[in-house]
């Protein structure tokens, strides 16, 4: 693991003081897609320039995961990696393959394993498969002290038999990309495990999930981290279902980012910042506190120097 420093929020605040717009970490970020193949640096760059300090490359592949390592080597610091099998992959598990991951993982620039877990919503591996898969993946953190980056999709009942077999000696669980129920996000957090909220955000329909989540007041901050998902998830602002107090929440600069740099196609990190804003306005809170309680909690769950 990387070198433990005790990070305060006090400190975290003092620093926010030095930039005109908030510290962010994004807990996940595909930077190994293709689709940055030509200028990592600019994203990077523009990244930082909107406030994120910070970003979490996820592996999804043995391949991918050596990729993203590979990539904090030469963003030291700004750069962080996970390891790990996608649900979708798991059917590409092989014992050979195995070992090599568990070398990745063991890198301290490596900070949580992952992204793993369950996706039974488009079963493009056996769900026996990824079931085993998913177990090596939880067994390997707990063996690593590493967090555990979870990907579930209509898998909530089957992903909680798995996590609930090793109860006591999981390590900080981290649900990513949530798009569950409030239901659902109340038996998570119950095990202390955390919620990823995306830009997924404008895109719930429906009256009992992620929106219900956040203005019911049940996600308690200490329990939320921010990611985009980049390339994916592309928080669309203009969606007809956000309500306007959530779009007038949004700010000049955020919405700046977002236009210029983002699309459907293509998200990139420097979409989080209006993502923050949303969720503030869904949480009826200050986008400040907010990123600042989402950065305090990245920083101490990934032991982030
Ligand atoms: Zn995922």
Same mark, same amino acid.
Request: hydrophobic share 35%; aromatic share 8%.
């Given at each position: 693991?990387?070198?433990?420093?005790?990070?305060?929020?006090?400190?975290?605040?003092?620093?926010?003081?030095?930039?005109?717009?908030?510290?962010?970490?994004?807990?996940?970020?595909?930077?190994?897609?293709?689709?940055?193949?030509?200028?990592?640096?600019?994203?990077?760059?523009?990244? !930082?320039?909107?406030? /994120?300090?910070?970003?979490?490359? *996820? %592996? +999804?592949?043995?391949?991918?995961?050596?990729?993203?390592? @590979?990539?904090?080597?030469?963003?030291?610091?700004?750069?962080?990696?996970?390891?790990?099998?996608?649900?979708?992959?798991?059917?590409?598990?092989?014992?050979?393959?195995?070992?090599?991951?568990?070398?990745?993982?063991?890198?301290?620039?490596?900070?949580?394993?992952?992204?793993?877990?369950?996706?039974?919503?488009?079963?493009?591996?056996?769900?026996?498969?990824?079931?085993?898969?998913?177990?090596?993946?939880?067994?390997?953190?707990?063996?690593?002290?590493?967090?555990?980056?979870?990907?579930?999709?209509?898998?909530?009942?089957?992903?909680?038999?798995?996590?609930?077999?090793?109860?006591? !000696?999981?390590?900080? /669980?981290?649900?990513?990309?949530? *798009? %569950? +129920?409030?239901?659902?996000?109340?038996?998570?957090?119950? @095990?202390?495990?955390?919620?990823?909220?995306?830009?997924?955000?404008?895109?719930?329909?429906?009256?009992?999930?992620?929106?219900?989540?956040?203005?019911?007041?049940?996600?308690?901050?200490?329990?939320?981290?921010?990611?985009?998902?980049?390339?994916?998830?592309?928080?669309?602002?203009?969606?007809?279902?956000?309500?306007?107090?959530?779009?007038?929440?949004?700010?000049?600069?955020?919405?700046?980012?977002?236009?210029?740099?983002?699309?459907?196609?293509?998200?990139?990190?420097?979409?989080?910042?209006?993502?923050?804003?949303?969720?503030?306005?869904?949480?009826?809170?200050?986008?400040?506190?907010?990123?600042?309680?989402?950065?305090?909690?990245?920083?101490?769950?990934?032991?982030?120097?």
């Amino acid at each position: 693991m990387a070198a433990q420093v005790e990070t305060k929020e006090s400190d975290l605040l003092d620093m926010a003081k030095y930039y005109e717009n908030y510290i962010l970490i994004d807990v996940g970020a595909n930077l190994t897609s293709k689709k940055y193949g030509r200028d990592l640096d600019s994203v990077i760059q523009r990244a !930082k320039d909107s406030g /994120v300090q910070k970003i979490m490359v *996820t %592996g +999804t592949s043995v391949k991918g995961s050596k990729e993203a390592l @590979r990539l904090t080597r030469i963003y030291p610091n700004t750069l962080y990696s996970t390891a790990g099998i996608h649900p979708h992959d798991a059917k590409s598990y092989t014992d050979e393959s195995w070992a090599e991951l568990k070398q990745l993982a063991n890198n301290p620039e490596c900070v949580a394993i992952g992204e793993c877990g369950l996706d039974y919503n488009r079963n493009f591996s056996d769900p026996e498969d990824q079931k085993i898969v998913f177990k090596k993946h939880v067994e390997l953190a707990i063996e690593m002290t590493k967090p555990i980056f979870v990907h579930e999709r209509d898998a909530h009942e089957d992903l909680l038999k798995v996590l609930d077999e090793f109860h006591s !000696k999981l390590p900080p /669980v981290v649900i990513h990309c949530f *798009t %569950g +129920t409030l239901e659902h996000a109340l038996t998570y957090l119950d @095990r202390g495990f955390y919620i990823g909220l995306t830009g997924y955000l404008c895109k719930d329909k429906s009256d009992v999930g992620v929106r219900k989540l956040l203005e019911s007041g049940s996600l308690p901050l200490d329990r939320l981290v921010v990611e985009t998902d980049a390339p994916f998830m592309y928080p669309n602002t203009r969606a007809s279902k956000l309500p306007d107090n959530v779009k007038d929440s949004l700010t000049e600069r955020s919405t700046m980012f977002l236009h210029r740099y983002c699309t459907f196609q293509r998200n990139e990190p420097c979409s989080l910042p209006a993502i923050v804003e949303m969720v503030a306005a869904f949480m009826n809170k200050k986008p400040e506190e907010v990123a600042l309680a989402t950065s305090f909690n990245a920083m101490k769950l990934f032991g982030l120097s």
